[in-house]
C-alpha cells in the first residue's frame, strides 16, 4: 500500500514560483514511477511529469523548462514550479504506480493552484 499526500499549492501571482510536494509512504520500494497531474477548469487531467526509479524524466512540453520534478533519498516527491501563468491554474495530483502486477495507480487528494492578479 502507498499513501500520497500533496501539499505546497495556493494562490500566486503571474511570474510567480511555489513548489509543490507530495509525501510518500508505505510500501515505498515497490513505486515503478511517480507523477505530477494537473486538472485545470474545463480540461481533462493531463501529465505534467514523470520520474521513474530508474531516473528518466519527462515533461509536458507546455511546462518544459519551468517546471522540475525531482524526489530525494526517501521518495519525497516535489515539483519546481517557475514562472507561473494563468494557464497553469490547476488542481495538481500525486501519483505512484507500483512494480506489482496489475497496479493501476495511486492518487494523492490534489492540491490546488491558482495563478491569478
Known amino acids: 500500500q502507498v499513501q500520497l499526500v500533496e501539499s505546497g499549492g495556493g494562490l500566486v501571482q503571474p511570474g510567480g514560483s511555489l513548489r509543490l510536494s507530495c509525501a510518500v509512504s508505505?510500501?515505498?520500494?515497490?513505486?515503478?514511477?511517480m507523477a505530477w497531474y494537473r486538472q485545470a477548469p474545463g480540461k481533462q487531467r493531463e501529465l505534467v511529469a514523470r520520474?521513474?526509479?530508474?531516473?528518466?524524466i519527462n515533461y509536458v512540453d507546455s511546462v518544459k523548462g519551468r517546471f522540475t520534478i525531482s524526489r530525494d533519498n526517501s521518495w519525497m516527491l516535489y515539483l519546481l514550479m517557475n514562472s507561473l501563468n494563468p494557464e497553469d491554474t490547476a488542481v495538481y495530483y500525486c501519483?505512484?504506480?507500483?512494480?506489482?502486477?496489475?497496479?493501476?495507480?495511486?492518487w494523492g487528494q490534489g492540491t490546488l493552484v491558482t495563478v491569478s492578479s
Open positions: 501519483n505512484a504506480v507500483l512494480v506489482v502486477r496489475g497496479d493501476q495507480g495511486h
Open positions: 508505505g510500501s515505498i520500494f515497490n513505486i515503478d514511477t
Open positions: 520520474i521513474t526509479s530508474r531516473g528518466s
